[in-house]
């Protein structure tokens, strides 16, 4: 009960939209019951002998016409037009406000949501596909709607009618309209019984279609290997299988619906029998008209849609639930890395940066980082080396606070990271990935993506630094080209340059370099060197790497084994050492004897 | 390319013989919706007569034909009001009864194959795309793409269940209570009709702006996909350079121009719908004028006029439905108009009619004279000329952009050049099955491209009925069975999305043995070592060693250690092979080659492991 109240806390803000909403189910609640009313008049008035009211007397002498049944059945029709022309306009109001009001009300629900799962961190969104999160947004953001409707405003429309109808019955005939509210009730039929299974149902299918919408993610995204690996018949069967389980989950759902409605509907037609028997004996007795007892048939049968209404709430709240539930997952929790309460802004850093004790590890029980402990001082450059998997991109991800450790503390200059504002944090620290991750933007955009108020002189000489210019002005429109999804229609050695024009673009005094140049040609590589040793002149940079050539002038190396440093140094140092890392150096630069053909094992 | 215009006038009936075979292919299900609609159609016939015996007959006595009296004269027991209202009530509420279960009945066969239908064009939307270039998804975004298989699918069964089963059923209505109620009154029951044309009028005025607007509405909505998809995928760089905020901006404008295209969708919604409204109650105020005066005339009697208004609103009631979810409606032909873009987007590459199947593969490649580029107009290969025979392995090396990537996808036909040919033992590709081709042709990339499967299953991608034995093998030989071991579940262990928990190392690792199990004659290596330090790799290249032997292989590599044994290296230069030789000859040439070799290296060590390059000044 309370994340629906939660939930409906979004709807505040448009509560004028509400309001108006509020009149006019009220007006429509009230129309609705007064639809019999041309028929039954026509029936008793005109057409039958039933003497008018007095106060309809009093009508037709105010206007000094002679109540002819010309003139009534003119009034009668009159009438209902009247009717449908003011159900049209609180239509039209009530479609406008809905489709307005409600449609802001869950895109403040899907920015919100947007904007909280955008920070939280890089651990949350390991596990949870992107597929999963894009159902988050942009379909479960939907229940505010579901539950403004479902559980506010239809009940409300439900209830107001029933009253008035109530009142108009209990004119008429007394003892009828009893029966008629005695019966009511039991027209819900056994609603209450398929609450549990409904709900697990939806949850089901929600799941399901979450599957689904990854797998299609995945596939898409990893086509190359699913069409060079001819694997597209069989992830075609695997959809297919998903796809038969979602209609399973189906199928299952509304039969349970299905017998729900024919339980309900079994009691509401033995309620019309008993209804229509007595009143069509009451009719007979005199005690009421013809018109009467069309009113009142008239009046179960929407007494039956209202009933419906209600009994339809329960089913309708365990088909959106799920949806509930996982917005809820969102809103309820804290991002994991954030500001504390009194964080205070990084003063601007000269960087020093130090680890001390940092244990760490992606799941509980593994880690990954054993109490490591270093020190970098400003403008000098650490290189991490290290085999693959030791831990050297977990190590400098916690630096502009990526994650938190368990242990131990990551601090700049003096400051724990935790401390400080995360936005100022991260605004010193400049990362230049493995993966470029470039946006479908323009170029230009793409380098200033850190800055966006830099103009375009800057860009060019960022561009120009990253040894990018060249093949950017080669492009169709140069720098305003825009990047196909994921800079897909570039090589990985342009991606990466362009990547690394925007860390010189953001001019931040830490650099953290992962494998910057891993995927370019020697080329390319000599060039970016050259820039990259003037940026790290004056910078504190982290820099793992594979390739020798580049971290031998660090000032210091320190060498990850095992999720702890094995060995610190200098290159010289190390070498003298004869550990790990010497052996690194002969590894690379031994030259095998005679060039290996294929067949001789080196 | 836009194929959007070409299917831009999907017509009512183009859309229907579009969904025919969906509709068939679960005939069915179909059947029995047919079925359960018919017999509730009939149902709807009966429902008024015994409110008719009752109110004319034992309320008022009044008949206006002999059949009443004989019907009542059929009953048993007394001739009695009180009895016969019994029969009335009793015969009322087992037609309602029926009725209602025929209903729920045809609710479930409804949606029943509405999901059905739905599932079935999603899976071919989906393996369709699966088919399509990888140009194709170069360009079009994966989120788009997700919506048109998981929302916009839903098109087919909107369509035939919220249109053409209603719009049936009212026909055959029509139909069935013009027939009944002409016999009551001519006159009353030529009005009944009238209504049907006007609305026809209505509907066709207001179509095509409602599925204009309708289709924009959802290409605007699509756009908010697009966000979320692109904020997620690169969430490190959006949290490393502080983007959140601007995502959020970016997430907000999209929310805002969507509700604006919906606005403006609503209110063509919203004249249609009063238009028809009016239509309807038009038509009530003029059966109840008339009949009122024929009844006057005694030539009706209030129990007719019921059953007339029975009937209309059996009638205009599912009319107006059909014309309501007109708008769903043409929102489902927005929908199937996305989908039929992606359905008839030209296969770039496809087999030729008649196409066989690869006959012999020892390995011999030829690339003859190949031009090809992305982009029209910008070639990226010029007439480029290549042999590897089997066996051999020749590296491809050249400044990045040069075009190598783009030469060995020529080779399992990712694209087709625009200008020569490439072949293998002697056959062109463009002439054999392509799955044969691509059987034949590993391919290890720079991105491993992992899939949330098991370890086990990911090495077994390409051979699914693989033994343990040879997996394992294969994980051995890709020095990747040592660390595999050590995880949770060994090789049962499931990948994270992307392989995201392992290593870049050891993913490439797993590439490789998936491309070692495949064991295809023809290899292609894609940077397989760039993400690698340099202990890994050189493990790795006794793995390549063995995976290389025997085979014709494409390496391209910038670690010149990984390149140096190649039978032939060959330097890419704007498009065209700017030099070709061995290890040695290159360096004697001393030119490009050997300008590389320097970069990474320095001179040409004369002592081997005392190599100085302080002088480049590499750091």
């Not at chain 1, 990935?433 to 103009?455: K, T």
Request: proline share 5%.
């Amino acid at each position: 009960m309370q994340k629906y109240c939660r939930l409906i806390h979004y709807a505040r803000p448009h509560w004028r939209f509400f309001v108006l909403i509020f009149i006019l189910t009220i007006a429509a609640s009230v129309l609705a019951a007064l639809q019999p009313l041309p028929l039954a008049f026509l029936t008793d008035h005109v057409l039958g002998q039933v003497p008018l009211s007095s106060r309809v007397r009093g009508f037709f002498d105010a206007l000094s016409l002679a109540p002819t049944p010309e003139y009534l059945l003119g009034v009668t029709v009159l009438g209902g037009l009247v009717l449908f022309a003011l159900n049209s306009v609180f239509e039209i109001g009530l479609t406008w406000a809905w489709t307005l009001g409600g449609r802001r009300m869950v895109y403040s629900l899907a920015e919100d949501l947007f904007a909280r799962l955008q920070r939280r961190s890089l651990l949350f969104h390991r596990r949870n596909s992107v597929g999963d999160t894009m159902g988050r947004v942009a379909t479960d953001s939907w229940a505010v709607y579901q539950v403004m409707d479902t559980l506010v405003f239809a009940p409300g429309h439900a209830l107001l009618t029933t009253v008035v109808m109530a009142y108009l019955m209990a004119q008429s005939d007394l003892r009828l309209m009893l029966l008629a509210l005695v019966i009511a009730p039991f027209m819900v039929g056994a609603s209450f019984l398929v609450g549990k299974p409904l709900r697990a149902a939806a949850k089901l299918k929600r799941e399901i279609e979450s599957r689904i919408q990854s797998h299609i993610q995945q596939t898409l995204t990893g086509i190359p290997v699913v069409q060079s690996f001819v694997q597209e018949e069989r992830e075609h069967q695997r959809f297919q299988q998903f796809a038969d389980a979602a209609i399973a989950a189906q199928q299952r759902s509304t039969l349970i619906g299905s017998l729900n409605t024919l339980s309900s509907g079994l009691v509401t037609v033995l309620g019309t029998g008993c209804i229509l028997w007595l009143g069509a004996r009451h009719v007979l007795s005199g005690e009421l008209t013809i018109g009467d007892l069309l009113k009142f048939l008239f009046w179960l049968s929407l007494l039956q849609t209202q009933v419906k209404v209600f009994a339809e709430t329960y089913t309708k709240l365990q088909g959106f639930s799920a949806s509930v539930s996982r917005v809820m997952e969102i809103l309820e929790a804290d991002p994991e890395v954030r500001d504390k309460p009194d964080a205070i802004p990084l003063p601007p850093p000269r960087g020093r940066v130090k680890m001390e004790e940092v244990t760490f590890g992606y799941e509980a029980g593994r880690p990954v980082l054993r109490g490591i402990s270093l020190e970098v001082h400003p403008s000098q450059t650490l290189a991490l080396v290290g085999a693959t998997g030791a831990g050297k991109t977990t190590l400098v991800n916690l630096i502009p606070r990526f994650f938190d450790p368990w242990d131990g503390r990551v601090m700049v200059d003096g400051h724990d990271v935790r401390d400080v504002r995360l936005r100022t944090l991260r605004e010193q620290v400049a990362l230049v990935l493995q993966e470029p991750f470039l946006f479908p933007l323009s170029v230009a955009d793409n380098i200033a993506y850190g800055r966006s108020a830099a103009s375009r002189a800057e860009i060019e000489a960022a561009a120009r630094d990253a040894n990018a210019h060249e093949f950017i002005t080669r492009l169709p429109q140069g720098y305003d080209t825009v990047m196909g999804e994921r800079g897909a229609t570039l090589s990985g050695g342009e991606r990466q340059r362009i990547s690394i024009a925007r860390a010189f673009l953001k001019n931040a005094p830490i650099l953290i370099l992962d494998e910057p140049t891993s995927a370019l040609d020697a080329q390319s590589e000599r060039l970016i060197l050259d820039a990259l040793e003037r940026l790290m002149n004056a910078r504190t940079t982290f820099l793992i790497a594979h390739r020798l050539s580049t971290i031998r002038h660090a000032d210091c190396i320190a060498v990850l084994k095992d999720g702890q440093i094995a060995e610190r140094g200098t290159h010289d140092e190390l070498l003298a050492n004869g550990a790990w890392y010497a052996r690194l150096h002969e590894t690379a630069f031994a030259i095998r004897p005679a060039a290996a053909r294929p067949g001789m094992t080196p | 390319m836009n194929a959007s215009r070409s299917t831009s006038d999907l017509s009512a009936l183009q859309l229907c013989r579009w969904l025919a075979p969906y509709a068939w292919r679960r005939r069915f299900e179909l059947a029995i919706v047919v079925a359960t609609m018919l017999v509730r159609i009939g149902l709807d016939l009966l429902k008024p007569w015994p409110m008719v015996f009752l109110v004319d007959y034992v309320l008022q006595g009044k008949t206006t034909s002999a059949i009443l009296p004989s019907l009542a004269d059929l009953l048993p027991g007394p001739h009695s009001p009180g009895n016969l209202i019994g029969w009335s009530v009793g015969a009322t509420v087992l037609i309602f009864l029926f009725s209602w279960a025929v209903g729920v009945a045809n609710a479930y066969a409804n949606i029943s194959l509405g999901q059905r239908m739905v599932y079935d064009l999603a899976a071919d939307l989906f393996g369709r795309l699966q088919q399509l270039s990888l140009r194709f998804h170069a360009r079009k975004s994966v989120g788009d793409n997700i919506r048109r298989v998981t929302a916009d699918c839903t098109c087919v069964s909107i369509i035939v269940k919220d249109a053409l089963l209603p719009l049936a059923s009212s026909v055959i209505s029509l139909v069935a209570m013009f027939a009944i109620l002409w016999r009551i009154d001519a006159v009353l029951s030529l009005l009944a009709i009238a209504v049907v044309p006007y609305m026809a009028l209505v509907f066709r005025f207001y179509a095509r702006p409602m599925m204009e607007r309708s289709y924009q509405q959802q290409e605007i909505e699509g756009g908010i996909y697009s966000i979320i998809e692109q904020a997620f995928s690169a969430i490190p760089a959006v949290q490393a350079f502080g983007r959140e905020e601007f995502n959020d901006q970016r997430f907000h404008k999209a929310t805002r121009d969507t509700l604006a295209a919906t606005l403006a969708l609503t209110k063509t919604q919203l004249q249609f719908k009063i238009l028809i409204g009016l239509a309807t109650a038009l038509g009530t105020a003029a059966i109840l004028w008339v009949g009122a005066r024929h009844a006057l005339n005694e030539q009706l009697t209030i129990g007719s006029i019921l059953a007339f208004l029975s009937y209309l609103g059996a009638l205009y009631g599912p009319l107006e439905a059909v014309m309501y979810s007109t708008s769903t409606i043409q929102g489902a032909a927005g929908s199937a108009r996305r989908v039929r873009e992606v359905l008839t987007s030209e296969r770039e590459v496809t087999d030729k009619p008649g196409a066989e199947p690869l006959s012999s593969v020892r390995g011999h490649v030829q690339i003859e004279e190949v031009t090809f580029g992305y982009e029209s107009g910008r070639p990226i290969l010029r007439q480029l000329s290549l042999e590897v025979r089997p066996g051999e392995t020749v590296a491809i090396v050249g400044a990045t952009g040069a075009g190598k990537s783009t030469l060995v996808s020529l080779v399992p036909r990712f694209f087709d050049p625009w200008e020569g040919r490439v072949r293998v033992d002697g056959q062109d590709v463009r002439d054999v099955q392509l799955n044969s081709l691509r059987r034949n042709v590993a391919l290890v990339l720079q991105e491993p491209f992992l899939f949330p499967v098991s370890v086990a299953d990911n090495i077994a991608y390409g051979v699914p009925r693989a033994a343990m034995a040879d997996i394992e093998a294969a994980a051995r030989a890709a020095n990747a069975h040592d660390f595999i071991v050590q995880l949770p579940d060994g090789y049962q262990t499931v990948i994270g999305e992307r392989g995201a928990t392992l290593s870049g190392g050891e993913r490439q690792r797993i590439s490789i043995a998936r491309a070692l199990l495949k064991n295809a004659p023809i290899l292609i290596l894609d940077e397989p070592t760039s993400a690698l330090d340099v202990e890994t790799e050189d493990a790795l290249l006794q793995a390549l060693d063995r995976l290389t032997q025997g085979r014709a292989t494409f390496i391209i590599a910038h670690r010149l250690s990984t390149v140096r044994r190649a039978d032939l290296i060959v330097v890419l230069k704007d498009g065209r092979i700017a030099e070709s030789g061995t290890h040695d000859q290159l360096l004697k040439r001393g030119e490009l080659y050997a300008a590389f070799y320097q970069l990474q290296f320095g001179n040409p060590p004369a002592n081997p492991g005392t190599v100085e390059d302080r002088n480049q000044g590499s750091s």
